[in-house]
């Protein structure tokens, strides 16, 4: 037989199984693991052999989760952390030292903004922010000192797009890092290893969960930075816990299943939404109208579960059609069975001063639809419904 597709390997990989040959594989909640002797701990720490020895450096359920995540990435190696932000955290830490500087896409995740503004700083890890509209704004940023390029694609919440080809092979021959958050779009929608991205983050909490249960995250990449990333993680503490892992695992067997629906039905609602009188601007990376829709339909299988757009009339507005909403639910996730609606200007990205929100496309009455699984026929009710009254 071949070797299995990545949508196959994401189903059949498994951990280990106990005495009682389950086929569904069990929550190995246990902190720690025993030794055969002296001689197999002392091997074990030394890394001469694999194995478990505690669950803050690897554990059969986190183990599984990360190799599935590989399967599906492409990538050579992993490791899983509490949350996204642990993740992104961490692949920054592991890699980069005192003097190092990054440039970075100035459409970045408001914690991801946070980190590079105030905390790096304080390292000695300076940023310069590029325009995601122009890949030659990231050139043009690069210093001797610089050690990463770090963007999200699509980006959270503004959804713009960079070429991930363009940005691989200006990294590499600038000999620097490509760092990419695939929070967005999934392994399953886009793979940026690919495309020469040597590290991939991802917020598991979103899609991979789907069902908005647990927090979760993972960094992926070449064996050799993962190993860096790792020993940052096995001494600092962000590990993911089993339980998480065994919840995530089994979110991942159906992740490419429910990508195609939430992508349906999140192109139904786009078109819904481009040819409503109410709404000033929709952007989806699926509809011909964005700005980089063919860089985006050459990266990505489809256009996410995700569109944001701008009712008519300003923040009143805005404001106005969420209060007017029966089903979706206003929350700040993404990435669930349920359709949800978010405001950032006064929520995700209250934090940033109004020019910053505005240099990444956040107007005041933008807002954020994560489209859900329900019928799409009933996501557009209410979303029309609602619109009527804004
Ligand atoms: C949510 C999110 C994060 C952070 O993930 P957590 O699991 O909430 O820590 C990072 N990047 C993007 C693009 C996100 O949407």
């Known amino acids: 037989m071949t070797d299995p597709r990545p949508d196959t390997a994401n189903i059949r990989i498994q951990a280990e199984r106990s005495l009682h040959n389950e086929h569904s594989v069990p929550l190995f909640l246990t902190s720690s693991f025993v030794f055969d002797d002296a001689e197999h701990m002392r091997a074990l720490f030394a890394e001469e052999m694999d194995g478990n020895i505690y669950s803050r450096f690897s554990n059969p359920n986190t183990t599984e989760f990360i190799d599935k995540m590989c399967a599906l990435e492409g990538t050579e190696a992993g490791y899983a952390t509490a949350t996204g932000m642990a993740a992104i955290f961490a692949s920054i830490m592991g890699l980069l030292k005192s003097g190092d500087h990054i440039v970075a896409s100035r459409a970045v995740f408001g914690s991801t903004h946070a980190l590079l503004t105030q905390y790096l700083p304080r390292w000695g890890i300076t940023h310069t922010y590029a325009d995601m509209a122009d890949v030659s704004t990231f050139e043009a940023a690069i210093r001797e000192n610089t050690r990463m390029i770090l963007v999200e694609t699509p980006s959270n919440p503004g959804l713009d797009v960079v070429s991930l080809a363009e940005l691989g092979a200006l990294a590499k021959r600038k000999g620097v890092l490509l760092n990419v958050d695939n929070c967005f779009a999934t392994p399953y929608l886009q793979r940026p290893a690919d495309f020469g991205a040597d590290i991939i983050t991802h917020s598991a909490t979103k899609w991979i969960d789907g ?63 481009e040819g409503h009188p109410n709404v000033e601007m929709v952007k989806y990376p699926g509809l011909p109208s964005h700005p980089a829709h063919s860089i985006a339909m050459q990266q990505m299988k489809a256009g996410g579960g995700l569109v944001a757009f701008t009712v008519q009339g300003g923040v009143e507005a805005g404001k106005r059609f969420m209060n007017a909403l029966r089903m979706a639910s206003i929350s700040a996730n993404i990435g669930d069975t349920r359709t949800i609606v978010t405001h950032p200007s006064s929520s995700t990205h209250s934090k940033l001063t109004e020019e910053a929100r505005l240099a990444v496309g956040i107007t005041p009455g933008l807002v954020r639809v994560s489209v859900g699984l329900e019928d799409v026929r009933d996501i557009i009710a209410d979303l029309d419904q609602a619109l009527r009254q804004s």
Do not use: Y
Request: glycine share 8%.
């Open 211 to 273: 069902q908005g249960r647990v927090l979760g995250g993972v960094v992926l990449g070449r064996a050799d930075l993962i190993r860096e990333i790792f020993l940052f993680c096995r001494n600092t503490g962000p590990s993911m816990s089993p339980f998480n892992a065994w919840v995530l695992s089994k979110s991942l067997e159906t992740l490419p299943v429910r990508m195609d629906r939430h992508c349906a039905n999140a192109l139904e609602v786009a078109r819904f939404l």
